[in-house]
C-alpha cells in the first residue's frame, strides 16, 4: 500500500473510496468451529454441502388425504373408503386401488398415492352399500373437486438436494441459515474468527461520561459520544471489541497506545484528527510506524477518512494491524462508518461483501432543500405515516439527535435541489446496521 497521501484537494468518489478500501481488506485466515446454535452473526469459513436430500421423502403438505386421482375421478362424487391412517413419521402400506388414506402434515406419501387432498374438501360419507362399510375402516369419504397429480405434496429433495452448497462461504450466517444447517444434520460450524478491533480516542477535551457531572464540565471540554455509538456498531458486526482508556495529546503517550493495540488487534479505529493539514498525533505515529493515507471523500457529512496499517515488527510480532481514521463530528464519525468502515471490517473478516452500497428506494419528498452542496450528501430522513419522507430540520455533522431521529438517509446526488414531492433516494439505516 502506498504511504504517500493524497493532496488536500483531490476529492475521490464514494465508489472509488469503497472500492480501494475494499481491495485493502485481505480476509483473516484464522478458523474455528461453533456451535451449529452459536454462530448466528459469524461468517461461514466453507461452502455448507447438504449430505442428504431435504425432504428425504414425499410428504404431505396437509392434514387431508392420501389419493390416487384416476381413482377419484372413476369414483366420479361417490364416496370411497378410508383404508389406513398415516402420522408424522410413520409409512403407510401401498394404497390399495380403489381406497384413500387419511394423513397428516410431514407424514409420507403411500405408494401408489399422486396427490393429497385437504381437509377442507372432504366430507364424510356413507358407504353406498352398507355390506361396503368394513372395507373403510377409518370411515369414507367423498370429494367434490378432482385433485390435481402433485397437489399438496412436498417432493423428495424439493428444499434442499444431497451434494448441494446450500449456504455458500463467505455468508454471515442468520438464524435461517442456522435451522438450514440442522435441516441437514449439521451441529457445528467452521466459522472465522471474530475481528479484533480496538477503539482509540484522543484529545484533551474529552471526558467519559460519568468522569464528572455536567455541572462541573471544565471549560471548553465535551463528553465522548463517538465511543458509545462505535461500540455497539462493532459488536454488531460481531466485532471483539477494545475500548482503550482516552489518550492524552502527547506522541509518546499516542504511540505508545497505538503500539499496544497493534500488538493484540487486526484493526484500529481512531476518530478525529485525519483531515488533511489538522494538528494530530496519531498521523505521524502510524506514518511513522507503518503507513497512513488521508482521504477527502466528496461526500457530505464525513469527508476526511483514513487508511493505513501499523507494522507488528515494531513490537515483535508478525503481520499489520490496520487503523482507520474516522472524523471526529459524530454525525461524520457515523455515516463514514456505516458506509465505508463497515464493509471493510466485513469483508477483512471473511464477509462476502458486493463493492456498492444497499439497493436505495425511491419514494417522496416531504421536505425541501433548496440549497444542496457540491458534494454527495447523505441526508437524516425517516418515514411518516403516509410513506413519504420527512427531513430532520438541523443537518449540521455535530448534531447526533439527527441520527438518534432518522430511519434512514436521502442519497442526494451533488448539487441537486430537492422540492417538496420530489422522488428520492432513500437508503434504510436498517440495510446499512444489521
Given at each position: 500500500m502506498s504511504a504517500?497521501?493524497?493532496?488536500?484537494?483531490?476529492?475521490?468518489?464514494?465508489?472509488?473510496?469503497?472500492?480501494?478500501?475494499?481491495?485493502?481488506a485481505?480476509?483473516i485466515?484464522d478458523?474455528?468451529t461453533?456451535a451449529?446454535?452459536?454462530?448466528?452473526?459469524?461468517?461461514l469459513?466453507?461452502?455448507?454441502?447438504?449430505?442428504?436430500?431435504v425432504?428425504?421423502?414425499?410428504?404431505?403438505?396437509m392434514d387431508?388425504?392420501?389419493?390416487?386421482?384416476?381413482?377419484?375421478?372413476a369414483?366420479a362424487?361417490q364416496p370411497l373408503p378410508?383404508?389406513?391412517?398415516?402420522?408424522?413419521?410413520q409409512?403407510?402400506?401401498s394404497?390399495?386401488?380403489?381406497t384413500v388414506?387419511?394423513?397428516?402434515?410431514?407424514?409420507?406419501?403411500?405408494?401408489?398415492?399422486?396427490?393429497?387432498?385437504?381437509?377442507?374438501?372432504?366430507?364424510a360419507a356413507e358407504?353406498?352399500?352398507?355390506?361396503?362399510?368394513?372395507?373403510?375402516?377409518?370411515?369414507?369419504v367423498?370429494?367434490a373437486?378432482?385433485?390435481?397429480p402433485?397437489?399438496w405434496?412436498?417432493?423428495?429433495?424439493?428444499?434442499?438436494?444431497a451434494?448441494k452448497?446450500i449456504?455458500?462461504?463467505?455468508t454471515?450466517?442468520?438464524?435461517a441459515h442456522?435451522?438450514?444447517?440442522?435441516?441437514?444434520?449439521v451441529?457445528q460450524?467452521?466459522?472465522?474468527r471474530?475481528?479484533?478491533?480496538a477503539?482509540?480516542t484522543?484529545?484533551?477535551?474529552?471526558?467519559?461520561?460519568?468522569?464528572?457531572p455536567p455541572?462541573?464540565?471544565?471549560?471548553?471540554?465535551?463528553?465522548?459520544?463517538?465511543?458509545?455509538?462505535?461500540?455497539p456498531?462493532?459488536?454488531?458486526?460481531?466485532?471483539?471489541?477494545?475500548v482503550?482508556?482516552?489518550?492524552?495529546?502527547?506522541?509518546?503517550?499516542?504511540?505508545?497506545?497505538?503500539?499496544g493495540?497493534?500488538?493484540?488487534?487486526?484493526?484500529?479505529?481512531?476518530?478525529?484528527?485525519?483531515?488533511?493539514?489538522?494538528?494530530?498525533?496519531?498521523?505521524?505515529v502510524?506514518?511513522?510506524?507503518?503507513?497512513l493515507?488521508?482521504?477527502?471523500v466528496?461526500i457530505?457529512p464525513?469527508?476526511?477518512?483514513?487508511?493505513?496499517?501499523i507494522?507488528?515488527?515494531n513490537v515483535a510480532a508478525e503481520?499489520?494491524c490496520?487503523?482507520l481514521?474516522?472524523?471526529?463530528?459524530p454525525?461524520?464519525?457515523?455515516?463514514?462508518?456505516?458506509?465505508?468502515?463497515?464493509?471493510?471490517?466485513?469483508?477483512l473478516?471473511?464477509?462476502?461483501?458486493?463493492?456498492t452500497?444497499?439497493?436505495?428506494?425511491?419514494l417522496?419528498a416531504?421536505?425541501e432543500?433548496?440549497?444542496?452542496?457540491k458534494?454527495?450528501e447523505?441526508?437524516?430522513?425517516?418515514?411518516?405515516?403516509?410513506?413519504?419522507?420527512e427531513l430532520?430540520?438541523?443537518q449540521?455533522?455535530s448534531v447526533l439527535t439527527?441520527?438518534?431521529?432518522?430511519?434512514?438517509?436521502?442519497d442526494?446526488?451533488?448539487g441537486?435541489?430537492i422540492a417538496?414531492?420530489d422522488?428520492?433516494r432513500?437508503l434504510?439505516?436498517?440495510?446499512?446496521?444489521?
Amino acid at each position: 500500500m502506498s504511504a504517500s497521501p493524497l493532496r488536500p484537494t483531490a476529492l475521490m468518489t464514494l465508489e472509488e473510496a469503497l472500492a480501494q478500501i475494499l481491495s485493502r481488506a485481505t480476509p483473516i485466515a484464522d478458523i474455528e468451529t461453533v456451535a451449529t446454535e452459536s454462530a448466528v452473526g459469524r461468517v461461514l469459513a466453507h461452502d455448507l454441502v447438504a449430505a442428504l436430500d431435504v425432504p428425504g421423502f414425499d410428504n404431505s403438505q396437509m392434514d387431508g388425504y392420501a389419493v390416487r386421482c384416476a381413482d377419484v375421478a372413476a369414483a366420479a362424487g361417490q364416496p370411497l373408503p378410508v383404508a389406513q391412517r398415516i402420522a408424522a413419521g410413520q409409512f403407510g402400506a401401498s394404497l390399495a386401488p380403489g381406497t384413500v388414506a387419511r394423513i397428516f402434515t410431514g407424514a409420507p406419501i403411500p405408494a401408489g398415492a399422486d396427490a393429497v387432498v385437504m381437509q377442507e374438501d372432504a366430507t364424510a360419507a356413507e358407504p353406498a352399500r352398507a355390506e361396503d362399510a368394513a372395507s373403510g375402516p377409518y370411515g369414507w369419504v367423498r370429494f367434490a373437486d378432482l385433485p390435481r397429480p402433485g397437489q399438496w405434496v412436498r417432493r423428495r429433495g424439493e428444499d434442499v438436494a444431497a451434494g448441494k452448497v446450500i449456504v455458500p462461504a463467505g455468508t454471515r450466517l442468520s438464524p435461517a441459515h442456522l435451522g438450514l444447517a440442522a435441516s441437514v444434520g449439521v451441529a457445528q460450524l467452521a466459522v472465522v474468527r471474530r475481528l479484533r478491533v480496538a477503539l482509540v480516542t484522543t484529545g484533551n477535551e474529552l471526558i467519559q461520561p460519568g468522569q464528572c457531572p455536567p455541572e462541573e464540565l471544565p471549560p471548553g471540554a465535551i463528553y465522548n459520544s463517538n465511543r458509545y455509538f462505535l461500540e455497539p456498531l462493532l459488536r454488531r458486526l460481531g466485532c471483539e471489541v477494545s475500548v482503550l482508556p482516552p489518550v492524552p495529546d502527547t506522541r509518546p503517550a499516542t504511540q505508545a497506545a497505538l503500539l499496544g493495540a497493534a500488538a493484540s488487534h487486526d484493526v484500529i479505529i481512531t476518530t478525529g484528527g485525519v483531515s488533511v493539514g489538522e494538528a494530530d498525533h496519531v498521523k505521524p505515529v502510524v506514518q511513522a510506524l507503518g503507513a497512513l493515507d488521508s482521504w477527502q471523500v466528496a461526500i457530505k457529512p464525513g469527508k476526511p477518512f483514513a487508511h493505513g496499517w501499523i507494522d507488528r515488527r515494531n513490537v515483535a510480532a508478525e503481520g499489520r494491524c490496520h487503523v482507520l481514521g474516522l472524523p471526529g463530528n459524530p454525525v461524520s464519525s457515523f455515516v463514514t462508518f456505516i458506509l465505508l468502515a463497515r464493509p471493510f471490517l466485513l469483508r477483512l473478516g471473511g464477509a462476502a461483501v458486493a463493492p456498492t452500497l444497499p439497493q436505495t428506494l425511491p419514494l417522496t419528498a416531504q421536505f425541501e432543500w433548496p440549497r444542496p452542496d457540491k458534494r454527495r450528501e447523505f441526508l437524516r430522513v425517516r418515514l411518516n405515516a403516509g410513506g413519504e419522507l420527512e427531513l430532520y430540520p438541523n443537518q449540521n455533522s455535530s448534531v447526533l439527535t439527527s441520527v438518534a431521529w432518522a430511519d434512514g438517509l436521502v442519497d442526494n446526488p451533488p448539487g441537486r435541489a430537492i422540492a417538496r414531492g420530489d422522488t428520492v433516494r432513500y437508503l434504510p439505516l436498517s440495510a446499512l446496521l444489521e
